[in-house]
């Protein structure tokens, strides 16, 4: 099993940045594909990044250039550096942690761009 816990959202003005960071406990996520997704009312759950257990990062369109995911596997720990943020952007982003069958998620945390 593996517990995630999201930080790091909040309110933030077009073009700020946040950071977000996903914490894993009850098992190392070494081997894992580790994911950032995020949903709004209404709509379904859909991927922002993901990056490989071999650090290999692919981005969605809507963010590429913009965001940035990366690991830290000596913290247990993956981050979602979002720059240029735009209204869009604003949605509940939620943490993924994939081994070929297993899937976990976390809870989620709030992003809302807002002037």
């Known amino acids: 099993q593996v517990q995630l816990v999201e930080s790091g959202g909040g309110l933030v003005q077009p073009v700020g940045s946040l950071r977000l960071s996903c914490a894993a406990s009850g098992s190392a996520i070494t081997s894992y594909t580790m994911g950032w997704y995020r949903q709004t009312p209404g709509n379904q759950r859909e991927l922002v990044a993901a990056i490989t257990s071999g650090s290999s990062p692919n981005y969605a369109d809507s963010v590429k250039g913009r965001f940035t995911i990366s690991r830290d596997n000596a913290k247990n720990t993956v981050y979602l550096q979002m720059n240029s943020l735009k209204p869009e952007d604003t949605a509940v982003y939620y943490c993924?942690?994939?081994?070929?069958?297993?899937?976990?998620w976390g809870r989620g945390t709030q992003v809302t761009v807002s002037s």
């Open positions: 993924n942690a994939k081994y070929f069958y297993r899937a976990y």
